[in-house]
């Protein structure tokens, strides 16, 4: 057997990397995460876990500044310190990321910081701060993750055309922002900003807010929405991004015709890309389809050896779905488990949430899809207006709608 240094290398430190790794430890194996930049990747230290700190805080404020009454406190002197908002979300970041170096001394997990590439199928090259290096393992995993999207037309400039990431670290909050793009990232920092104060506007190609969750979600949130005083443009698109002394210029054409938006920042959340540029050496055949790296149903790619799992293989592009891809990828690699009874990520009853004021969960069909499929259903609805729970928290904005089955009752 050939002499590796290691049994597995992870390439990516993320949610669907540093599960790859922990998990290759806890099994005994010799494992070495690559990961440019801080353990835990977009998730930990730039997405789910830092937002939900803002939004919290955003939750906050929004009680104080538009309910104080009724929950029997008055004051008539409220400020808000945007940058100890932000500095408590980065705070939190931070002490999960030692979380989980602390994970990787448990299991003797060692990491490398630097940018991995694939030069062969057990071969890896880390560029980092002390130069290149090679390194072989018997097995190599790709998680990468994905970053986001640009608008054709205008890049990211960090500024005034930015990504989530800069959206959670303005150096001050901007008065006027435009957000383009209404799914989990658009709407989740459009809430936010609102709560704080900041004129919103949210532009999206579809026809509902949230596109992808049941109409009634998405009919539910564009009336809170408005409610709070955020701009909607619906079936619109933007067509023209310029940057102006000011901020930025958005040309929008919609159903109503052509409209202008004028912002200090733009938030571009059109979607993400998986990170494959350098990840394979000239002359490596790794095979990539749609800016992702393609895997078969067991997380292998087209090279012998070499896995990958994530959002660099592409959606639904959640943490939870990738850490469950890691552990099972690492599990066939060793052999754990019962072959002829293999565990599988079941991709169709995926739970999803988006943490705006309400909160959305949701799993399984909406009855757009069961229809759309030739069901016939049943449906149970239940408002949170009629709940003692929901009225005693002053959080009646919302609902659970359940989808049967209308011959076998099974819940879709």
């Not at 789910?48 to 919290?56: D, F, M, N, R, V």
């Not at 609102?194 to 969750?213: Q, R, S």
């Not at 060793?334 to 169709?348: A, L, M, Q, R």
């Amino acid at each position: 057997m050939p002499n590796y240094n290691y049994d597995i290398i992870v390439i990516g430190g993320g949610p669907a990397g540093y599960a790859a790794a922990i998990r290759a430890g806890q099994l005994k194996k010799r494992v070495l995460c690559v990961e440019k930049e801080n353990l835990g990747g977009t998730c930990l230290n730039w997405g789910c876990i830092p937002t939900k700190a803002l939004l919290e805080s955003a939750s906050f404020v929004r009680k104080l500044r538009e309910e104080p009454g009724q929950w029997g406190v008055s004051f008539d002197n409220l400020k808000v310190d945007f940058g100890t908002i932000i500095s408590r979300s980065r705070g939190i970041a931070d002490k999960l990321t030692k979380g989980i170096a602390h994970l990787f001394r448990k299991y003797e997990v060692k990491h490398e910081a630097g940018t991995g590439q694939l030069i062969g199928p057990h071969k890896v090259k880390i560029s980092g701060k002390d130069g290149d290096k090679e390194v072989t393992a018997d097995h190599i995993i790709i998680a990468t993750g994905a970053r986001s999207r640009a608008l054709p037309g205008a890049d990211f400039d960090g500024k005034t055309v930015i990504t989530s990431r800069e959206a959670m670290t303005l150096p001050q909050q901007p008065k006027r922002l435009a957000i383009i793009g209404a799914g989990a990232i658009g709407c989740e920092f459009a809430d936010f900003y609102n709560a704080l104060g900041t004129e919103v506007t949210i532009i999206e190609m579809l026809d509902h807010l949230l596109p992808i969750e049941d109409v009634d979600v998405s009919v539910t949130l564009e009336r809170v929405f408005t409610k709070h005083g955020i701009k909607i443009h619906l079936k619109s698109k933007t067509e023209k991004l310029e940057k102006t002394d000011g901020g930025a210029k958005l040309t929008v054409t919609g159903e109503k015709g052509t409209s202008i938006v004028e912002a200090d920042v733009c938030l571009v959340a059109i979607g993400v890309l998986g990170n494959i540029e350098g990840l394979a050496a000239n002359g490596v055949p790794l095979e990539i389809f749609k800016n992702h790296v393609k895997v078969d149903g067991k997380y292998k790619t087209n090279i012998e050896n070499v896995w990958a799992v994530g959002d660099v293989i592409g959606p639904p592009w959640l943490a939870h779905v990738a850490h469950h891809e890691a552990v099972l990828c690492v599990e066939r690699i060793c052999g754990f488990g019962d072959p002829n009874h293999p565990h599988s990520v079941d991709y169709k009853n995926i739970p999803g949430c988006t943490y705006t004021h309400p909160q959305v969960a949701s799993m399984g069909m909406t009855e757009a899809k069961a229809r759309e499929g030739g069901r016939q259903i049943r449906i149970g609805k239940f408002p949170f207006q009629a709940s003692g729970r929901a009225l005693a928290a002053g959080a009646t904005d919302g609902f659970v709608k359940l989808i049967f089955d209308a011959k076998y009752g099974e819940l879709l």
